[in-house]
């Protein structure tokens, strides 16, 4: 579809639009979690209703990110955990849906203006996708303010 450009495009919505009203008395959206859960239980209810988790362990400093967002009045926010891509764990090499895992929150970070809480699963880098060496380093200005590299 997207060879056909916007035309492509447009078939896709209409075919979402057509199956959303197909199945629109079949399923309905319904929270993982209660607004008013603590983000504590929010980042387990996602663990373990979506990512198939036994359990969630927080580190010491992840521990401390709690109380200071609930300090700061956070605490009634949605989540979002940043993990690996590989793995609904917090483990790359545990590929797919793994089972029989918990994960480990390293950290946790208040996006107020966001309106969000997100928590670190893992070693991860929270700018992926970023190359080795970055495009920038291969950007220059000649001697006559031509930029090379851009593009």
Known sequence: MFGKGGEGGRELAETICRVIQEK???????????DELPVEEKIKAVAKKIYGADGVLFTKQAQKSLQEIKALGGDSMPVCIA???YSLSDDPSLLGRPSGFQITIR???????????????????TMPGLPKVPAAEKIDVDEN???HGLF
């Open 83 to 85: 993990k690996t891509q």
């Open 145 to 147: 303010a031509v930029i």
């Open 24 to 34: 629109e008395n079949e399923t309905r959206f319904a929270p993982i979690y209660p």
């Open 107 to 125: 950290d946790l970070k208040l996006s107020s203006g966001a309106g969000f809480v997100v928590a670190y699963a893992g070693d991860i880098m």
